[in-house]
C-alpha cells in the first residue's frame, strides 16, 4: 500500500506475526469453503447474505461473491417484496457498497455491483451519484475508474433528462487540466466530449469552423503544456490525437471535415513548433519522434516525395533517439525502416 | 544514589532549541530539569495575549504596560523596544482571543520539523493550518502571483513558450541541486548573491524573479545570498503538495509558543522536570544558583541560546503587528470553508517608492488562525530596520488596505518591536541546532528521538 512505512522486524516478531496471519489465513478459507459449498447446492436462500458480506469485508475483490449475492437478491429477496420495499433493500445495498469504494477506490466490480444496484433500482438518484465521483475524483483526479463511472453517470442523467451535459463535462476537464495536466484519463474524457461536441453540430460549414476553432485552442493548450513539461506523456498521447495519428478506425471527427491541404497545414505549424522546442530540448524523445512521424505524415498524405535533406534530418533524429533512450532500439529501428520505405516508394 | 538537587541535564529557556532537546534528553531517560524566568512558555518563540500589554486604567483609558522577555540566565532582556500605538481608541474589541506572536514564523511541510512532529506524533498536541504564500508586489506595481509549482506556469497567460520552458528549467535544476555534479558547480557561487547566479546561469523574465527571491525565499533585500536562496526555494517546492496546495503550515494559537508547549509537555510526560516565572541568580560551568539561593547541579548546563549563528548579518529587523478590524478576504486564497486563516504577501524593492531599496514581508493571519476574534485580522510586517522603516511600513499598510477588498478594514493598533535577524532563523534549524547540541550531550545523534516500536497489526 502507497504511503506506509516498512517497520524492520527481529525474528520473535516476525515470528508471532505469522502466527497470528496462520489463524487467519484458516478463517478465510473456512468461509470461501462455505460459500462454494453453498453456491455448488444453489443454495440461495437469504441467510446466506450475511456470508457474503463477511467474505466481501474480508476481501471486496472477489467477484464470484459479488456474483452470487447477485444471484441472491434475484432468486429470493426481490420476488417477494413490493417495488417501494426493493427501493429500500437496494438503497442500504448502495450504502454497504459506498462504504467498501471508500477504502478500496479502484477495484472493478464494486463499481460492477454498484451500477448492478442503479440498473435494479425502481428509483435510482443519479445526482447523489454524480455527487459520489465528484468526492471519489477530488480524492484522486488520476483515477479512470472514477472517471468512466462518471461518463456512466453523465450518460444515465442525459438520458433521463432528455439534454447532454457535453459542455459542462468539458468544462470540468479543463479545471482538472489546469491543477495537473499528467491526467491521461482527463484528456481522453476531452476526446470522447470533443468529437460529441462536433457532431452535435448539424450545418456542414458551421460544424467546420467548429471544429477548426476547437482543433485551435486545444493545440493552443497543448502548446503551453508541451513548453511546461515537454517530458510528460499524457500531453503528446492528446497531440497525436489531435493531428489524427493514431489507432482509430476512420479520421477523428474533429479532423474529418477538414481538407487534406488543411490538415497539411495544421501538421506543418505543428512541425515547425517541435522544431523550437527541439532546439530549446535536444534531447526530448518526444520532439524528436514526433518530428519524424508528422513529417513521414506530411509526404503520405500529399503524395510527394521526401527531400534529401528531410531524409538526413530525419536519420539523424532516429541516432539521437536511440541514445537517449536505448530501451526502445527496436521502436527505432523500426521507424528507421519506415523512413526507408516511404523514402524509396 | 538519588540527589533531588542533581541533574542529568540543565536546560535554561523553553526556547523552541531548548524545548526539542529538553524533550530528545528525557525521552532517552536523562534526568532533565527545565527552567524558565518568564512566566509563559517560548522566550522569543512564544506568544503574549493581548490583554497582557494593554490595560484598562481607573479612568477607562487603555494603558500600554511593559512587556519583559527576558532569555533565562541573561541579565539584558531579550526584545526591547517594544512600542505599542493605538490609533482607534473607541473601535478596539474586547482583547481577550487576541494572541500577538512575538515572532512570527512557519513550518515547512516538507522539513524537518513536521518529520520529527509526525515521527514523535507530537503533532497531537497542535491544531495546524495551511499558510500560503499569496501575492507579491512586483516591481511593475501588480499585485501578481508567486509562482508554486508546475501547474502555475502552465496556467499563466503572461509567460511566452519559451520562458515557460526556461522556468521549468530552473525548477528542475533546483530539485537536483544535491546531484554531485551539481553541487561541483555549484561551490563558486554558493556565497556570492543569488542575483548573480541567476543572471549567469539562468534566464528568468524579471517578474517571476521576484516572485522566487523576495516570495519563495522571503528575502528582506537583494542581497540574499545563493546558498540560502537555493535551500529556501527546495524546500518550498518541495513542501507545496506534501499535505495539500500549501508550502507551509502553523499551529493555531501563536505556533512557536504552541511548538515550545508540545515539546516541553512531551519531555515532562517523559519524566521532565519543569520550572516556570523561575528568577535564576547565576549560572556556572555545572551549576545553576536560583533567586531563593538554592544550588541545583548537572553534568550539562544548556544556556538560553547555546549556539550563537555567526554566518547572518547584524542589521535588527522591525517587526510591526497591526489589530486590524475586518475580515480581508482579498487577503488570503478562497478556501472551500471561506475562513480566512494565513497568508503571506511580499513587496519587492522599489515597489513601494523609488527611494525604497529593501523589501517588506508581510504575514495575515484571521479568525481561523486562532489569533484573533471574528471580524478581524492580524498583520505582521518586517523589514530590514533603517532611518525609513516606518514609512516604508506605513506605505505598505496602505497597499494591503487597498487590496483587502473590504470598505471596514481598518487598523486599530500597532506593536512595533526590534528582532535580531538571527532570531528569524526557521524552524527547521532549531531541529538541527538541537540534534547537534543532543549529540554533544549524549555522544551521538543516532538516538535523538529514537525508541524501539514493536509493529502492531491494530496500531492506528
Known amino acids: ?345 | 544514589m538519588q540527589d533531588s538537587n542533581s541533574f542529568d541535564v540543565i536546560l535554561l529557556g523553553t526556547n523552541l532549541v531548548n524545548s526539542i532537546l529538553s524533550s530528545a534528553c528525557a525521552w532517552t531517560n536523562l534526568k532533565v530539569l527545565h527552567i524558565d524566568e518568564n512566566p509563559f512558555y517560548g522566550e522569543v518563540d512564544g506568544s503574549f495575549g493581548l490583554r497582557d500589554v494593554l490595560n484598562v486604567s481607573e479612568t477607562g483609558d487603555r494603558e500600554v504596560e511593559n512587556l519583559c522577555v527576558k532569555r533565562t540566565g541573561e541579565d539584558a532582556p531579550a526584545l526591547q523596544d517594544i512600542k505599542v500605538e493605538i490609533l482607534e481608541k473607541d473601535m478596539l474589541p474586547s482583547l481577550k482571543g487576541i494572541t500577538i506572536e512575538l515572532i512570527p514564523k512557519e513550518m515547512y511541510a516538507g522539513g524537518s520539523l513536521v518529520e520529527l512532529l509526525s515521527k514523535t506524533k507530537i503533532y497531537k498536541y497542535l491544531l495546524l493550518k495551511p499558510q500560503r504564500s499569496f501575492r507579491f508586489y512586483a516591481s511593475n506595481k501588480e499585485w501578481t502571483k508567486v509562482p508554486e509549482s508546475r501547474a502555475d506556469i502552465f496556467n499563466d497567460k503572461t509567460l511566452s513558450l519559451t520562458h515557460k520552458r526556461l522556468i521549468m528549467r530552473f525548477m528542475k535544476y533546483v530539485s537536483s541541486i544535491d546531484d554531485e555534479q551539481n553541487q561541483e558547480q555549484l561551490k563558486q557561487w554558493l556565497s556570492r548573491p543569488f542575483h548573480d547566479f541567476l543572471k549567469e546561469n539562468f534566464e528568468l523574465p524579471q517578474s517571476i524573479q521576484e516572485g522566487i527571491v523576495y516570495g519563495l525565499c522571503q528575502a528582506l533585500d537583494s542581497k540574499i545570498s545563493t546558498q540560502r536562496a537555493l535551500e529556501k526555494i527546495k524546500k518550498y517546492f518541495q513542501s507545496f503538495a506534501t499535505y495539500g496546495d500549501y508550502s507551509y503550515l502553523i499551529a493555531m494559537y501563536g505556533t512557536g509558543s504552541e511548538l515550545c508547549q508540545g515539546f516541553c509537555r512531551s519531555s515532562a510526560v517523559m519524566g521532565g522536570t519543569f520550572m516556570l516565572a523561575q528568577k535564576v541568580n547565576k549560572v556556572e560551568a555545572t551549576s545553576v544558583e536560583l533567586g531563593e539561593g538554592k544550588k541545583l547541579w548537572a553534568k550539562h548546563i544548556v544556556p538560553s541560546q547555546a549556539i550563537k549563528m555567526t554566518n547572518i548579518s547584524e542589521t535588527s529587523v522591525r517587526q510591526r503587528c497591526l489589530l486590524v478590524r475586518g475580515k480581508c478576504p482579498g487577503l488570503f486564497h478562497q478556501n472551500l470553508f471561506l475562513l480566512s486563516e494565513a497568508s503571506q504577501l511580499h513587496f519587492v524593492p522599489y515597489s513601494l517608492g523609488d527611494k525604497w531599496p529593501n523589501s517588506v514581508q508581510a504575514r495575515v493571519l484571521g479568525v481561523g488562525a486562532g489569533s484573533c476574534p471574528e471580524g478581524y485580522t492580524l498583520w505582521y510586517l518586517q523589514t530590514l530596520e533603517c532611518e525609513y522603516s516606518c514609512e516604508l511600513l506605513a506605505s505598505a499598510t496602505n497597499k494591503l488596505i487597498e487590496l483587502s477588498h473590504s470598505e471596514d478594514t481598518k487598523p486599530l493598533m500597532y506593536a512595533d518591536m526590534l528582532i535580531d535577524q538571527r532570531d528569524l532563523a526557521d524552524y527547521d534549524i532549531a531541529v538541527e541546532t538541537a540534534k547537534q547540541l543532543y549529540g554533544k550531550i549524549t555522544g551521538s545523534t543516532d538516538s535523538f528521538f529514537q525508541r524501539d516500536t514493536v509493529l502492531d497489526d491494530d496500531d492506528e
Not at chain 1, 444496484?117 to 475524483?137: D, G, H, R, V
Not at chain 1, 497531440?239 to 506543418?268: D, F, K
Not at chain 1, 524523445?285 to 503520405?300: A, F, T
Request: net charge neutral.
Open chain 1, 1 to 345: 500500500m502507497h504511503g506506509i512505512l516498512r517497520v524492520k522486524l527481529n525474528e520473535e516478531q516476525k515470528r508471532l506475526k505469522l502466527e497470528k496471519e496462520k489463524t487467519k489465513i484458516q478463517e478465510y478459507k473456512g468461509l470461501i469453503e462455505q460459500f462454494q459449498r453453498a453456491r455448488q447446492l444453489k443454495d440461495y436462500s437469504s441467510e446466506k447474505l450475511k456470508l457474503t458480506t463477511e467474505l466481501l469485508d474480508w476481501n471486496p475483490e472477489t467477484y464470484s461473491v459479488w456474483n452470487y449475492r447477485r444471484e441472491i437478491y434475484l432468486s429470493s429477496v426481490f420476488p417477494n417484496i413490493s417495488v417501494n420495499e426493493k427501493q429500500d433493500v437496494l438503497d442500504k445495498e448502495l450504502q454497504y457498497v459506498l462504504s467498501k469504494m471508500k477504502m478500496f477506490p479502484k477495484v472493478y466490480w464494486i463499481f460492477n455491483h454498484r451500477r448492478w444496484c442503479l440498473e435494479n433500482a425502481p428509483y435510482p438518484n443519479w445526482n447523489y451519484e454524480m455527487m459520489i465521483t465528484e468526492k471519489l475524483l477530488s480524492a484522486d483526479a488520476r483515477n479512470f475508474h472514477g472517471w468512466h463511472y462518471r461518463r456512466y453517470v453523465v450518460t444515465q442523467i442525459e438520458k433521463q433528462g432528455n439534454y447532454d451535459l457535453a459542455g459542462k463535462e468539458l468544462q470540468y476537464t479543463s479545471s482538472a487540466i489546469a491543477t495537473n495536466f499528467s491526467n491521461f484519463s482527463a484528456w481522453h474524457n476531452r476526446t470522447k466530449l470533443l468529437e460529441f461536441i462536433i457532431k452535435k453540430e448539424t450545418d456542414p460549414e458551421l460544424r467546420r469552423q467548429l471544429a477548426q476553432k476547437i482543433l485551435q485552442e486545444e493545440l493552443d493548450t497543448i502548446h503551453q503544456a508541451a513548453f511546461t513539461d515537454p517530458d510528460d506523456s499524457s500531453i503528446w498521447i492528446y497531440h497525436r490525437w489531435l493531428m489524427g495519428h493514431c489507432n482509430q478506425v476512420g479520421a477523428p471527427p474533429i479532423l474529418s471535415v477538414l481538407s487534406t491541404e488543411e490538415r497539411i497545414q495544421y501538421i506543418a505549424q505543428e512541425i515547425q513548433l517541435l522544431e523550437e522546442l527541439h532546439e530549446l530540448e535536444p534531447e526530448n524523445k518526444w520532439c524528436c519522434e514526433l518530428l519524424i512521424e508528422y513529417g513521414l505524415l506530411i509526404r503520405i498524405l500529399s503524395n510527394q516525395k521526401t527531400t534529401k535533406q528531410e531524409q538526413t534530418t530525419w536519420v539523424s533524429l532516429i541516432h539521437t533517439l536511440q541514445q537517449v533512450d536505448p530501451q526502445r532500439q527496436g521502436r527505432y529501428q523500426y521507424l528507421l525502416k519506415k523512413i526507408e520505405t516511404i523514402t524509396n516508394a
